[in-house]
């Protein structure tokens, strides 16, 4: 069964006709729904073949009457769906009026739209059975094609610049939207105020350097000034993911709260501490193996029932890949950069780097340190690594001492300049704080 037959009650002839007669009959009809309707979205073959060159003829500049679609119709070879030039004229001898053209071209599209979704709904029956499909994949496919639709239906016609003037007037008179802030003073100056709504951010470095720290901090920091956040902690798991913030939050060593051995003191101040932490606004999710997807379904949950304004991933080699991906970086960044688009939420991603940076004198990382780097750079609006001179036996350089100094070097940034910001690091509790912070007071002797 075609496609016509099987969705033929969804359509309206006697309206497609309508229309085609109006744009045969009055030059100026074509302007009014050229904007509007494609010819794919007219559902009788015939109607279809005869806005196909009226549409033709008006986007290449020529005149759209009777007598030029005929002349086109013939050259292509396509008269012959209608019948004959006959039954071309008849579409014209019918219509009293060209004045409801728009009105008509609305009601035509409403039945495309009603017929996309059946068609939409058949293909998604036919993935649900299909036992090789993620399920999740199935439901996010089923979703974006929806979305798809909803897009292509609402595109915007164009604007005069004086149109776009008087929105930006008018915005001026409303508070700027707060940006969700990176938990670092100078960070969030560099970049304008924090993370940019929509943007992808990827925070890399080599192994032991400290981007789960950094990212940690930053979620505790910008936490604890109201900025609701999305936690997808793939690596650590809840012990060692608690035990970090609770570590950054009351200076007790990382390796006293995996060891469950606390002075007085320490217990002390971990009740006292409790309050504050467990009101942050975070919400985590510790699931292993996790893919793109899925991280989908949960960022949609999370916007709307807590509001996140920020989602932080530690890490991007911790996501599972669409089957059969050819560039699985490429994949994963690509599927991270359309939810923070969908979501308008800033999406940073925790990477890691190769063993490039190793070589050169200064073990500063470069762009093309990223893994897979064509793909993550590309799609990234920032690209942050963090660096710590300390950890290669570096103990000075041009800007002075680098012990307990942390580089946050801002390597990319789609929305202003590149620098390196220069933070503090406290080991024993792997913390990143402003260089000018007064840090939290030890409860105990540094185990390291």
Wanted: proline share 5%.
């Amino acid at each position: 069964m075609s496609n016509e037959l099987a969705i033929g009650g969804v359509s309206a002839p006697e309206v497609e006709r309508a229309v085609i007669g109006a744009v045969l009959m009055d030059r100026t009809a074509i302007v009014e729904v050229a904007g509007l309707l494609r010819p794919e979205h007219f559902h009788v073959g015939a109607n279809r073949a005869v806005y196909q060159a009226a549409y033709d003829l008006h986007n290449e500049g020529h005149v759209v009457d009777s007598l030029t679609v005929l002349d086109r119709m013939r050259r292509t070879d396509t008269l012959h769906v209608v019948g004959t030039a006959y039954e071309l004229s008849r579409y014209t001898t019918t219509m009293a009026s060209s004045a409801h053209v728009t009105h008509h071209a609305h009601i035509v599209l409403q039945y495309w739209v009603q017929r996309e979704v059946v068609r939409i709904s058949e293909e998604s029956v036919k993935d649900g059975q299909n036992l090789d499909m993620d399920p999740f994949e199935v439901a996010d496919l089923a979703e974006r094609r929806i979305q798809s639709l909803i897009e292509n239906v609402a595109r915007k016609t164009g604007q005069s610049i004086g149109e776009v003037a008087k929105e930006h007037l008018d915005g001026l008179d409303n508070p700027p939207i707060k940006r969700h802030s990176t938990g670092l003073r100078d960070l969030d100056k560099a970049l304008g105020g924090g993370w940019t709504r929509g943007d992808l951010v990827i925070i890399a470095a080599r192994p032991a350097m400290g981007k789960t720290s950094a990212a940690f901090s930053m979620i505790s920091n910008s936490c604890n000034d109201g900025h609701p956040t999305a936690l997808f902690s793939l690596e650590l798991g809840k012990v060692k993911t608690n035990a970090r913030f609770v570590s950054i939050g009351t200076g007790i060593p990382i390796p006293v709260l995996l060891s469950g051995k606390f002075s007085t003191a320490q217990i002390k101040t971990i009740h006292e501490h409790y309050p504050k932490y467990s009101a942050m606004p975070l919400q985590v999710n510790f699931s292993t193996g996790i893919t793109i997807p899925e991280i989908r379904s949960e960022a949609a949950r999370m916007v709307k029932r807590h509001g996140i304004t920020a989602l932080y991933i530690d890490q991007l080699n911790w996501i599972t890949p669409p089957k059969n991906a050819k560039d699985r970086v490429a994949e994963i960044t690509r599927g991270l950069k359309h939810i923070a688009n969908e979501f308008d939420i800033p999406v940073i991603v925790l990477h890691q780097l190769s063993r490039g940076v190793t070589g050169r004198p200064d073990k500063r990382p470069e762009l093309t340190d990223l893994r897979d780097s064509g793909a993550a750079e590309q799609d990234a609006q920032v690209v942050i690594f963090v660096h710590r001179p300390e950890y290669y036996n570096i103990t000075e350089d041009e800007h002075g001492t680098t012990v307990g100094r942390g580089d946050l070097i801002i390597a990319k940034n789609s929305n202003g300049p590149t620098e390196s910001v220069r933070v503090r690091f406290d080991a024993y509790c792997a913390r990143f704080r402003d260089n000018d912070s007064e840090p939290v007071a030890e409860t105990d002797e540094m185990p390291f």
